[in-house]
């Protein structure tokens, strides 16, 4: 049987991982949006978003933060990234055949 404390602690380990992911959200679009780069949230992050608009109770988290954007502008979106601080960025173009014409996806798990 878990005890009161311990499960408020589990919880509030689930809250700051949320608020982990919330600010890597925001800091991201932030800097893309300060270099004037186009994005869209995508993956998890978007679905919540979605989800939460229909049934707030069905939300779901994710820990990484997924963006689109044109492949033109995948360098100022790489540059604003790092000006901005980022821990890790990583470009993935796997999923080139899959969008739209020549956007790129973006994974910064640990912005």
């Not at 800091?27 to 186009?38: C, D, F, G, K, N």
Request: proline share 5%; with cysteine; glycine share 4%.
């Amino acid at each position: 049987m878990i005890t009161a404390p311990n499960n408020l602690a589990a919880w509030d380990r689930v809250m700051d991982a949320i608020e982990q992911v919330r600010d890597r959200l925001l800091r991201a679009t932030a800097a893309l949006e300060r270099a004037q780069v186009p994005y869209a949230v995508i993956g998890g992050n978007a679905v919540s978003v979605w989800v939460g608009r229909r049934e707030r109770a069905a939300v779901r988290f994710t820990k990484d933060v997924d963006l689109a954007l044109r492949r033109a502008d995948l360098g100022a979106a790489t540059q604003s990234m790092w000006c901005s601080q980022a821990k890790r960025f990583v470009p993935n173009t796997s999923c080139r055949s899959r969008m739209s014409p020549s956007p790129s996806r973006m994974n910064h798990s640990a912005f």
